[in-house]
C-alpha cells in the first residue's frame, strides 16, 4: 500500500487543526499504520503520528496530516508529542519486535526503562498493558485497533479457490487448539503443523521467520493457523497477516493458511488472496467457539 500521489493530506494540513477531531497514531512496521491511517482520516479524524524509528515506513508521511519521527525506545518523547498536540485518543498499528531489546538497537529512555523494571515478565501483553497503563496515566485513551479496519477483518469460510483437503483440515483443528494454547501462554498466535505434528511455534522471531523454520522441517505440505489469543485486547497485538505472510509460505512450501474470523486482520486481500490461488495455497476464515 502506497499513499503517495493521495492529496488528502495535503488539503486537511491547510485546514484549521481546531474544527477537526484529533487521533494519534503509534506507528511500528508493515501496511497495517498506513491502513489505520487512511480508515480514520475518512471517518474525519486529523491523524497525527508518531512514527517509531527505526520501524515505520516513510510512505506513511503521504498518508497522515502530521508526523514526527522518534526513536521506538523514548517513550517520554512519544508521550511529550501526544500531549503537546492535544491528543485524548491514540491508535497503535504495526509490529514492534521485541527482539529489539535483545539486539542493542534501541536505548530506552528513563521513563521506559522504568516501566520495564515494573514488568512482572516481558511478555507482550504484559509490556502492552503497560504501555497502556501510562498512556492512561496522561489522559490519553488507547482505541481499538480494529475500530480502524473494521473492514479488513477474516471474514469465515473459504476465501481462495484452493480448498483444503480433508487431512489438512484436520492439521487445522489440531493446530487451532496449540495455537490457542500458545496465546494464553503470551507466547505466539501462530504455529505450523503438518500430519497433527507441530513444526514450528512463533515466538520472538515473528510469523514469518516461524514459517520458514516449519516449512523446512514439513518439507512442504505445512498448514499454518495463525489466532487471536483468548480473551484478546484489541487495542494492541491484534493478529495480522499481509503479502510478506504470503511470501514466507510460499518459501516454505506451505499449502494452507488458516486465520480466525473475524480476529484477524488480513491486510492487501484484493492482492494476496489472488496471489495465493496461483501460489496453490488454500486460505481459509476459521471459527472453532471451543478453544
Request: charged content about 25%; some cysteine; aromatic content about 4%.
Amino acid at each position: 500500500m502506497s499513499c503517495y500521489g493521495d492529496r488528502t493530506g495535503a488539503t486537511k494540513r491547510s485546514q484549521p487543526q481546531k474544527k477537526m477531531k484529533k487521533i494519534g497514531l503509534i506507528s511500528g512496521m508493515g501496511e497495517l499504520p498506513k491502513a489505520v491511517a487512511l480508515e480514520a482520516k475518512a471517518k474525519g479524524f486529523h491523524v497525527m503520528a508518531v512514527a517509531l524509528e527505526p520501524l515505520a515506513d516513510k510512505a506513511l508521511s503521504a498518508c497522515v496530516d502530521d508526523i514526527t519521527w522518534i526513536n521506538v525506545g523514548k517513550l517520554g518523547k512519544i508521550i511529550e508529542y501526544l500531549k503537546r498536540s492535544g491528543i485524548r485518543k491514540a491508535v497503535m498499528a504495526g509490529k514492534v519486535p521485541k527482539s529489539l531489546l535483545y539486539k542493542s538497537r534501541i536505548t530506552p529512555d528513563l521513563r521506559a526503562m522504568k516501566l520495564l523494571f515494573t514488568l512482572k515478565d516481558r511478555g507482550d501483553d504484559s509490556i502492552l498493558l503497560a504501555l497502556t497503563r501510562e498512556l492512561e496515566k496522561e489522559g490519553i485513551t488507547l482505541l481499538n485497533t480494529t475500530d480502524f479496519c473494521s473492514q479488513m477483518l477474516t471474514p469465515e469460510g473459504f476465501l481462495t479457490k484452493s480448498r483444503p483437503t480433508d487431512v489438512e483440515f484436520k492439521d487445522i483443528t489440531f493446530g487451532w487448539k496449540i495455537a490457542k494454547g500458545m496465546g494464553k501462554l503470551d507466547i505466539g498466535q501462530t504455529v505450523v503443523v503438518k500430519d497433527q505434528a507441530v513444526m514450528a511455534v512463533e515466538a520472538i522471531e515473528g510469523t514469518d521467520e516461524a514459517i520458514k523454520r516449519g516449512g523446512h522441517y514439513a518439507a512442504g505440505g505445512a498448514v499454518v493457523v495463525k489466532v487471536s489469543k483468548p480473551n484478546q485486547d484489541m487495542r494492541f497485538d491484534v493478529p495480522v497477516v499481509g503479502l510478506a505472510t504470503l511470501h514466507a509460505m510460499v518459501a516454505a512450501k506451505a499449502r494452507v493458511l488458516a486465520l480466525e474470523a473475524e480476529k484477524t486482520i488480513l491486510l492487501q486481500k484484493d492482492v494476496l488472496l489472488p496471489s495465493a490461488d496461483k501460489a496453490g495455497i488454500s486460505v481459509v476464515g476459521y471459527r472453532n467457539n471451543v478453544d
